[in-house]
């Protein structure tokens, strides 16, 4: 029986999506559940599985091809497998070089494969779970390429010739490209928008990170034994968030027309970077979790987001968002608004600076956090307290636990 694969909904107001990579080919067989396709929306990277056992019998959409949701992208010969039958020339067979093997790649990474001709086998892999990244791929080929300058040519002793040799090795210039995944282009038309449509202005603040280390320190073998995971500094951050919104509300709501509207509830958003771009995971209810579970939550948002299993749903909505540049040595940034929210917090990179403390100077471990707001209907004065209370809550982590 002839099952037809198609485009599943996969998130509201979602109806385009783009075939990321085949992970299978025609005449592959499959199982039921097994990972077919990947699928690219504007917001995330989702499987596509085998709704029975089977055997592929026609792939209909080439990689990077868009197709409408519930339209039919592959046929399933449902039952025992088929044998593989050999292709012609007008069937062509899009991103097989290694698709058909499991995956041992980031989508990004295959992509980039199937560009050079290459097997994820060939090359080094330093992503997580051990999968082959976008970097190992741009460092492998850039490689190849060296070896290639470098290899010895034909002798050309008694040969004259009026026309100059080829440059080589470092003198080559050389362009790649790539095309933009339909993430990509949505983050960059949404970063567009953002300083188009809003008044954006940021103000800044440093943050004493002595208590919240020395309190990690005191609990941190206790926490990690109990929950099984480690207490890090995003569950401050996140808490010390919720206290300022829910004293500055105007940062925790949006414009809509000509209207203001205020949330009552405290969903954050989450920046994590992947291979593919930034996506943005929503803790909903966060102000109703402890500690332990916003750190679970963190943990689980970051790996799903690594390996492209984050689902559109979880991508949606949010009413703040805070994003941590620190992981990769930031200093200081402006971080931009996310649509159509109203702000965000930037966290940076711990350094010890020397600071004034009662009349002398020590040294201790400092932050500089950012917030990006909408100036349209929140007033500098209010940013600066949010920010300030932020400060204050964070250099005294009781206060969380207090509500005070």
Same mark, same amino acid.
């Given at each position: 029986?002839?099952? *037809? ?37 504007? $917001? ?15 792939? %209909? ?6 197709? $409408? ?10 039952? $025992? ?41 060939? /090359? ?16 492998? /080929? *850039? ?8 290899? &010895? ?20 210039? *050389?362009?790649? !490209?790539?095309?933009?995944? %339909? ?5 960059? $038309?949404?970063? #567009? ?44 951050? #996140? ?21 203001? /509207? ?16 930034? !996506?943005?995971? #929503? ?5 109703? %979790? ?21 689902? &559109? ?13 620190? #992981? ?6 402006? &971080? ?18 020397? !600071? ?12 500089? !956090? ?13 940013? /600066? ?20």
């Amino acid at each position: 029986m002839m099952i *037809e694969l198609k485009v599943p909904a996969v998130g509201e107001s979602i109806t385009e999506v783009e075939i990321g990579s085949w992970l299978k080919t025609e005449g592959a067989t499959v199982a039921k559940d097994e990972p077919v396709a990947m699928i690219e929306t504007e $917001k995330a990277t989702v499987e596509l599985p085998a709704p029975a056992d089977g055997t592929i019998t026609k792939l %209909l959409k080439k990689q990077g091809e868009t197709a $409408k949701v519930g339209e039919t992208i592959a046929h399933l010969e449902a039952g $025992k497998a088929a044998p593989a039958t050999a292709k012609t020339a007008s069937t062509p067979a899009p991103a097989e070089k290694s698709s058909s093997e499991p995956a041992k790649a980031t989508p990004l990474a295959k992509r980039m494969l199937d560009e050079n001709n290459l097997r994820a086998e060939e /090359v080094p892999a330093t992503g997580p779970g051990g999968k082959v990244s976008k970097k190992d791929v741009l460092q492998h /080929v *850039e490689q190849l390429q060296k070896e290639k300058n470098a290899a &010895p040519v034909a002798s050309t002793e008694n040969v004259i010739s009026s026309t100059p040799a080829p440059k080589t090795g470092s003198d080559t210039r *050389e362009e790649q !490209v790539v095309r933009m995944s %339909l993430l990509r282009r949505t983050i960059a $038309k949404r970063l #567009v928008e953002a300083q188009h449509t809003a008044a954006l202005l940021t103000t800044f603040n440093e943050v004493d990170m002595s208590a919240i280390l020395a309190f990690r320190q005191q609990y941190q073998e206790a926490f990690q034994k109990k929950y099984g995971i480690k207490l890090g500094f995003m569950s401050f951050f #996140v808490k010390a968030v919720i206290d300022g919104l829910k004293q500055f509300p105007l940062l925790n709501a949006e414009i809509r027309d000509t209207d203001i /509207v205020y949330h009552n509830y405290h969903d954050i958003g989450l920046a994590v970077s992947t291979d593919r771009g930034l !996506v943005v995971p #929503v803790l909903p209810d966060a102000d109703r %979790l402890s500690f332990a579970e916003i750190e679970l939550a963190v943990a689980d948002f970051a790996k799903r987001a690594r390996d492209g299993k984050i689902k &559109p749903e979880e991508l949606t909505g949010g009413t703040f968002t805070i994003t941590n540049g620190g #992981v990769f040595g930031s200093l200081l940034s402006t &971080p931009l608004v996310n649509p159509p929210q109203s702000g965000i917090l930037g966290m940076h990179t711990i350094q010890e600076r020397p !600071v004034a403390v009662a009349g002398q100077v020590v040294i201790r471990p400092m932050m500089y !956090v950012a917030l990006t707001y909408d100036h349209r209907i929140v007033d500098g004065k209010e940013a /600066v307290q949010f920010l300030r209370r932020v400060k204050e809550t964070v250099e005294n982590p009781a206060r969380m636990l207090l509500e005070i």
